[in-house]
């Protein structure tokens, strides 16, 4: 029997863990991991550039200098391999990039790992009677230049999705004299010394960039919709704001109908879902943040033999992708079945109406939180292995 052949896009948590858990059965799989990059580690590998890099791709990092993860590393860790012990709770990037290479390492999977290799377009091919056969995937070796294209049984998306910015279009924004950018593009807070500073958008990201921001900035105006903040130590240089509403040469107002100064304005909205080397064909769809259509939020309706790792979010990311990977495994080796094409299209529609019913936006249909061990409990009985324990 001929080992089934796996390409893998992206060397990040995802992508690893990918490469691990299908080389164990080294018989079945041959496995390719393609990284656009010179480094394994994905988001969590740190670039002080922003922009394009030296091939003239986007930067794929966002990662920001000072940064610290939000979860502890207990349960940020793969089943196999446990953060170093006399590591802070709550690691640095730096932290969680070694643990990455560590997990490498460990499992040897840099054999399977093609560094500088950007996926140009992956698509299906059909047989004389339009039936599908397999995936044709073309590469591009950024070092040489050379493009090939080579024929895979199942691809797996592990591109991650926090490389792409997303940001709104602000009324007057054509006017506004001050700086504009993006969060993605934050790297470090020294550049905002003496700067008044509005940033829009108040997760994760925004909350932690207004912070950092602080210690060099006159004022920063946090600006969102989102419950007021309840952390007591907000330096007095930070003032909460509505969103905002209008840009006017150097100001902005809020909705509120203030007004305030400021010499740069910073999105920290998001990311969108990005799939630029998928052919039409493959039919996924990304609209508003959500992405279709997919069959328990990884496995491509149309074509279940994609499979789209690390969509959910608000997650514990690696304990879900080792979760997710573990599905795939059992499909592509036949101990587990999909149920009919009819079948996973109305349960993916189902869950959509659930969560618009229960106040959930459009835009959080990936989201997990609460939700996340459900979730992954509903992959273990699927895939016919042992649940994750909370």
Known sequence: MDAIRVAVVGAGGAGIVAAKLLSEWSDLFSVDVFE??????????????????????????????????NLPKEIMQFPELSFDAHLHSFPTHKDVLHYLERYAEAFNLHQYIKLRHFVEKVSPRYDS???????????????????????????????????????????????????????????????????????????????????????????????????????????????EKLRITRLSQGKVAFRDGSE??????????????????????????????????????????????????????????????????LLVRSLLMDECRLPSKEDMLADEEREYKWRLQRGFPHRHAHKMDFLQFKYMASLAALGGFPPVSK
């Open 129 to 239: 009677d339009g039936a599908f056969l397999n995936w044709s995937v073309r590469v591009r070796d950024l070092s040489s230049g050379a493009s090939t294209e080579s024929e895979y049984d199942a691809v797996l998306l592990c591109n991650g999705h926090y490389a792409e910015p997303k940001a709104p279009s602000l009324e007057g924004m054509d006017t506004f004299t001050g700086e504009v950018s993006h969060s993605h593009d934050y790297r470090h807070p020294e550049k905002f010394a003496g700067k008044r500073v509005a940033i829009l958008g108040a997760a994760s990201s925004g909350q932690d960039i207004a912070l950092d921001i602080s210690k060099f900035a006159t004022k920063v105006f946090l600006s969102h919709e989102n419950p007021r903040l309840s952390c007591k130590d907000i330096p007095a240089n930070v003032t």
């Open 36 to 69: 656009q990059t010179g480094h394994i580690g994905g988001t969590w590998v740190y670039v002080e550039e922003a922009g394009k890099d030296e091939f003239g791709l986007p930067i794929h990092s966002s990662m920001y200098r000072n940064l610290r993860t």
């Open 260 to 325: 305030e100064e400021v010499d740069c304005l910073m999105f920290a909205t998001g990311y969108k879902y990005s799939f630029p080397f998928l052919d039409e064909s493959c039919q996924i769809r990304s609209q508003d943040h959500r992405v279709t259509p997919l069959f328990k939020h990884v496995v491509n309706i149309e074509y279940p033999s994609m499979f789209l790792v690390g969509i959910p979010f608000t997650v514990c990311p690696f304990i879900m992708f080792h979760q997710q990977m």
